[in-house]
C-alpha cells in the first residue's frame, strides 16, 4: 500500500460518522449565499506574473514536522501583507497537523481586509466535505485524480460547482490529464510535481504536463517551489501560479521568498 492509499483509506474512515444524505438544493442555497464572494479561479491568472497560492501546513509525510505549533491566523496574515493571491490551507490532522478551525479562523479573519480567497487543502472523499469546506469559508476545494474513481471525482467536482466552489483539480502524471479534463466545467489544472505514492518531488513533472493542458485551463505547478529559480523554471514551462508550502513555512522571514517569486 503506498501513502496515498494509507491517506485515503483512512480519509474514509474518519468522515464516516459525518456522512450524510445532501440534497442538490443544499448546495444550490449555498450558491446563492457566496454568489457576492470572490472566486478562487480569477485571482490566478496575472498579466506577465505568476500568481501565488501560498500555503499554511505544519507538517508533512515527506518532510515531517516543518512548524509545529504554528498559529495559522498569524502565518496568513504575513502572506496577505507580502501580496500572496490566494491562501491553501491544509486541514488534515492525521497526516498534515491541520484542522478545520484552522481555515475557519483564517477566513474570518481576513474577511473585513483584502480579499484572498482559501483553498481547503484536504483529501477530498465525499460530497460532505464540500459542505464542511463552506461552513468554514472556503472559496475553492482539491480533487485529487489518482485518489479516487471516475465516478467519485465527478460527484464532488459537481458538488462543488453547484455551491459556487471552484475545484482545483489535480494531476501527477500523463494519463490523469485524460481523466481530469472529461469534468465539464473543469477551469483549474494543478500538476502536483510530488509523487504521492512516493513522496519524491521533481519539477520536471510540471514541464512534461503543463506544456500539454489546454489554453483556457488555469495551470498550477504545486510541491518543490523553493526559489525564484524554481519559479521561473515552471514558468516557463506555462504555470499561471504556483503553489507554496514547505518553503514560506520554513522562511524565516516567508514575505522575502514570497515576494522574489512573484517578481521571478
Known amino acids: 500500500m503506498s501513502k496515498l492509499d494509507e491517506i485515503i483509506a483512512w480519509k474514509r474512515r474518519e468522515i464516516e460518522d459525518r ?19 470572490p472566486r478562487f479561479a480569477d485571482f490566478l491568472r496575472k498579466e506577465n506574473q505568476l ?44 497526516y498534515f497537523s491541520g484542522s478545520l478551525d484552522d481555515l475557519k479562523n483564517v477566513t474570518a479573519h481576513l474577511a473585513n481586509g483584502r480579499p484572498i480567497p482559501c483553498l481547503r487543502k484536504d483529501f477530498m472523499v465525499h460530497p460532505i466535505q464540500v459542505i464542511e469546506a463552506l461552513e468554514v469559508g472556503a472559496r475553492a476545494i482539491l480533487v485529487i485524480v489518482r485518489a479516487l474513481s471516475d465516478d467519485e471525482m465527478k460527484r464532488i467536482f459537481e458538488a462543488a460547482s453547484l455551491a459556487g466552489l471552484d475545484v482545483l483539480v489535480e494531476v501527477h502524471e500523463e494519463r490523469e490529464v485524460e481523466r481530469a479534463l472529461r469534468l465539464d466545467g473543469i477551469k483549474i489544472l494543478g500538476v502536483n510535481n510530488r509523487d504521492l505514492a512516493q513522496f519524491k518531488t521533481d519539477l520536471a513533472f510540471s514541464e512534461k504536463i503543463i506544456p500539454q493542458l489546454p489554453d483556457h485551463l488555469v495551470k498550477i505547478s504545486e510541491s518543490g517551489i523553493h526559489s525564484a529559480a524554481d519559479a521561473r523554471r515552471v514558468r516557463a514551462a506555462g504555470a499561471d501560479a504556483v503553489l507554496v508550502g514547505e518553503a514560506l513555512m520554513r522562511a524565516a522571514d516567508p514575505s522575502i521568498l514570497l515576494r522574489e517569486i512573484a517578481n521571478s
Do not use: H, N
Open 19 to 37: 456522512i450524510r444524505p445532501v440534497a442538490e438544493s443544499e448546495f444550490s442555497r449555498w450558491q446563492e449565499k457566496t454568489k457576492d464572494a
Open 51 to 94: 500568481a501565488i497560492i501560498a500555503e499554511i501546513k505544519r507538517g508533512s509525510p515527506s518532510a515531517g514536522m516543518i512548524a509545529d505549533g504554528i498559529s495559522a491566523v498569524e502565518q496568513a496574515e504575513k502572506y496577505a501583507a507580502a501580496g500572496a493571491d490566494a491562501l491553501s490551507i491544509l486541514t488534515d490532522a492525521k
